[in-house]
């Protein structure tokens, strides 16, 4: 199995930028797919962004397309969520999730383990 820690959260204003950092320890990192969700209290966790085992296929959600960028160090066993031109509706708790399988999913029951979530805060 993984265990994977995020950091790199804050509270920013709108139109400023983050990268949110996932360490990942544990099976070669190499083996998962990553995907990056959010999630507002009392509401379900929502597919952010994904990128493959080798880093070649990634997937936004529209909300976030052009916005942010995913990327991975397999070396490193890190990915990464550039985040920029954030908006007040970007705020939430993100979380990065690891995956098994080969097919980059969106939905987060098909993901095997997750991390605690680092808080994004974005004011207008």
């Known amino acids: 199995q993984v265990q994977l820690v995020e950091s790199g959260g804050g509270s920013v204003q709108a139109g400023d930028s983050l990268t949110l950092s996932c360490a990942a320890s544990?099976?070669?990192?190499?083996?998962?797919?990553i995907g990056w969700f959010r999630q507002d209290p009392g509401k379900e966790r929502e597919f952010v962004a994904v990128?493959?085992?080798?880093?070649?296929?990634?997937y936004y959600a529209d909300s976030v397309e052009g916005r942010f960028t995913i990327s991975r160090d397999n070396d490193k066993s890190m990915a990464y969520l550039q985040m920029t031109d954030l908006k007040p509706e970007d705020t939430a708790v993100y979380y990065c999730?690891?995956?098994?399988?080969?097919?980059?999913?969106?939905?987060?029951?098909?993901?095997?383990?997750w991390g605690q979530g680092t808080q994004v805060t974005v004011s207008s």
């Open positions: 999730g690891a995956d098994r399988t080969v097919r980059v999913n969106t939905r987060a029951s098909d993901y095997d383990y």
């Open positions: 990128i493959s085992w080798t880093g070649t296929t990634t």
């Open positions: 544990g099976r070669p990192f190499s083996t998962y797919v």
